[in-house]
């Protein structure tokens, strides 16, 4: 599948999670709702995928956890807040250095209106 028709495929199944529930939700109820979107469509995901942080070449005791990793390449992560913020970026961000994958979806269901934004790894090689 290229690239162009995952995220189509990604974006078609957030939006039938924000349409069927709305917002005002706990994150935790979006993400086992969106499993089960996922796991209707065979999509290929893993849900809160521990992330390894390494620092001068030894592993941290302290790990990350994505919501989800679809396809074995974009980090997905859900919020259900008022308004995003520069930190939820900032967060998402270090996900993807984790997991060296370049690409991200900032999900936001707290809003009327389903927010996202596609976060680009700017320290992938």
Do not use: W
Not at 54 to 73: R, V
């Amino acid at each position: 599948m290229s690239p162009k028709k995952k995220f189509s495929l990604l974006y078609i199944v957030l939006h039938r999670v924000n349409r069927e529930l709305g917002h005002g939700f706990l994150e935790d109820v979006y993400q086992e709702a969106l499993e089960i979107e996922f796991s209707e469509r065979e999509m290929d995901f893993e849900r809160e995928v521990p992330l390894p942080i390494n620092y001068k070449k030894k592993t941290l005791k302290k790990k990350y956890i994505a919501d989800f990793i679809c396809f074995d390449e974009v980090v997905v992560e859900l919020k259900a807040l008022s308004e995003l913020c520069n930190e939820h970026e900032a967060q998402i961000l270090n996900y993807l250095k984790a997991t060296d994958k370049k690409l991200g979806l900032l999900i936001n269901f707290g809003k009327s209106k389903l927010q996202y934004k596609r976060i680009i790894n700017e320290y992938y090689f």
